[in-house]
Structure formats: C-alpha cells, structure tokens
C-alpha cells in the first residue's frame, strides 16, 4: 500500500507560479510511474503530466511549455512545477503512481493509476 501526500496548493493571480509536492510513503521500486491530475468541479479528471522510473516525462497539450514534472527518488517525492498559470488551471490537483506501463498509454489516463492522494487546491484568479 503506498499513501501519497500533495502539498503546495495556493490562490495566486494570473501569470503566476506555484510548485506542488507529493510525498510517497514508500519507495516507488525500480520500475514506476508517477503522474499529477487536476479535476475542476464539474469536469472529468484530467492527466496532466507522467514521469516514469528512467525520468522520461509526458504532458497534455493544455500545459506543455508551462508545468515541470520531476522526482527525488530520496525522499521518494514527486514535484510539479507551475509557471504562467491561468485561470483555466484552477483545479485540485493530485497526485498518482501506477506501474511503468501506466506512463505508456496514447493519453494520460487515471484508470492505469492505482494510487492517489487527497488532493491539493490551485485556485488561479485573473
């Protein structure tokens, strides 16, 4: 069982920044991927970016040039970086670790996920 903590959420206004963090309460292992998702109420959830054991990264068109995601393997933590937020970014935003083969889908889907934490706010004002 791997429990996952995301911190880092906050109200910021329009063009600013923000960096979440996860915490995995457990080592991934040597063959993972870990990726963040954002639901605004009333909408499906929405991959945002993955990032697998080797480091390769893969992100949704909507955040490309804009959101960083990167990993510690000590301590076991996941990051994602926020630069030029728009309102359009408001959302919770979690995190989720699955399988390697999880990062390796014609999209970033939540169902290959097993594991998700609670979630953390961005709430973006313009």
């Known amino acids: 069982q791997v429990q996952l903590v995301e911190s880092g959420g906050a109200s910021v206004q329009s063009g600013g920044s923000l960096r979440l963090s996860c915490t995995a309460s457990?080592?991934?292992?040597?063959?993972?991927?870990m990726g963040w998702f954002r639901q605004a109420p009333g909408k499906e959830r929405e991959g945002v970016a993955t990032?697998?054991?080797?480091?390769?990264?893969d992100y949704a068109d909507s955040v490309k040039g804009r959101f960083t995601i990167s990993r510690d393997n000590a301590p076991n933590a996941l990051y994602l970086q926020l630069n030029d937020l728009k309102p359009n970014d408001t959302a919770m935003y979690y995190c989720?670790?699955?399988?390697?083969?999880?990062?390796?889908?014609?999209?970033?889907?939540?169902?290959?996920?097993?594991?998700w934490g609670q979630g953390t706010q961005v709430t973006v004002s313009s």
């Open positions: 989720a670790s699955g399988g390697f083969g999880a990062c390796y889908h014609y999209a970033i889907l939540a169902r290959y996920f097993t594991y």
């Open positions: 457990t080592n991934m292992g040597s063959r993972y991927c």
């Open positions: 990032i697998d054991s080797d480091g390769r990264t």
